[in-house]
């Protein structure tokens, strides 16, 4: 396992890590086994990644409390925990993007308290609200910083010019945002920026939300409660149009040995900028396999097949 710096850090992070968002997050996917959640992050230490990503909001809280559950065994230099706070959730249910600094203290504290840790590694801002300067926002993460409660500040979800806001400081250390191989609108602005200025870029969504695992067909349907809903990948005319993008790199993937997933992590490790990934899953052997992308070396004729099925299909 290769293992990367976090700019301006001093944190080794594995370049593959581990998304968490089904570990526990009930409020986002239906019949999840925590059991099995649970599972897939012990197998992931034990198999050397070290780089754990989660959010309050994921299970609203139950996500931090499994995964502190697991840590606790674990020496605490041995691993590297980023979560995210700014989303309030109240009794009746509603859901408030808060930026608030007095909130943002009382998020991490919460989040410090479920994950049974004195600090975290790395909190982002999870999502702007777009009330509250952003100046102010990560003013008071920094705070938390200097007490030593986070080791280094991260935002996510944000527009290039509001990410130059957060980082008038230089504060910013890492920025997470949507980037795969079917969504490669970062690369336009926000990659270039974050190499400028050494900002970690990780991007989420790796596998596009499960469309690079290569198992979906034209007549896959989302739950009700699924969160993806809401992406157009998975609408329409555009999810037919991506799924004849996905088996077109699928032979790409075929003609490497490998399998698309593995492909698609190996080719975001190959960008510019891209010191680490995160894929999810539900399930252990999701995390055994995810491994193997490391070991994959993506040449230059790759890129550029993969570059021409993004042309002929016109899409993104």
């Known amino acids: 396992m290769k293992f990367n710096l976090l700019r301006k850090t001093d944190i080794k992070v594995s370049e593959i890590g581990l998304g968490t968002n089904a570990v526990g997050g009930h409020n986002l996917f239906e019949n999840l086994n925590e059991q099995d959640g649970k599972e897939m992050v012990s197998t992931a230490l034990e198999l050397g990644i ?28 041995d691993f590297v925990i980023a979560t995210k706070g700014a989303q309030h959730w109240f009794e009746d249910g509603t859901i408030k993007i808060d930026n608030n600094p ?42 938390l910083k200097e007490e030593g409660k986070i080791r280094a500040i991260g935002i996510s979800n944000v527009t290039l010019n509001q990410l130059k806001e957060a980082n008038i400081h230089n504060d910013i250390s ?36 499960g469309l690079l695992g290569g198992k979906y067909t034209g007549d896959f349907k989302l739950s009700a409660r699924d969160w993806r809903k809401s992406i157009p990948l998975f609408q329409g005319e555009l999810f037919k149009q991506t799924l004849t993008k996905v088996e077109a790199i699928k032979e790409i993937a075929d ?54 099925i993004h042309n002929l299909l016109d899409l993104n």
Not at 50 to 77: H, M, Q, V
Not at 126 to 141: Q, Y
């Open 50 to 77: 070290n780089f754990i990503d989660t959010a309050d909001i994921y299970g609203k809280g139950r996500s931090e409390e499994l995964i502190g559950e697991i840590l606790k065994k674990y020496r605490r230099e």
């Open 102 to 143: 007095q909130y943002l203290r009382y998020a991490l504290e919460n989040s410090l308290k479920r994950l049974q840790m004195d600090y975290i590694d790395l909190y982002y801002l999870h999502f702007p609200d777009n009330e509250t300067p952003l100046t102010e926002a990560i003013g008071e993460l920094s705070k």
């Open 174 to 209: 890492v920025l997470q945002s949507p980037y795969h191989m079917l969504d490669r609108s970062a690369k336009q602005d926000l990659l270039p920026y974050c190499i400028e200025h050494d900002i970690s870029f990780i991007p989420y969504g790796p596998l596009a939300f």
């Open 255 to 308: 003609r490497k040995q490998t399998t698309l997933p593995n492909l698609a992590l190996a080719w975001l490790l190959a960008q510019d900028g891209i010191d680490a990934v995160i894929p999810g899953g539900r399930h252990k052997e999701q995390v055994m396999a995810n491994m193997k992308a490391a070991d994959i070396l993506v040449e230059k004729s790759d890129l550029a097949g993969i570059e021409r």
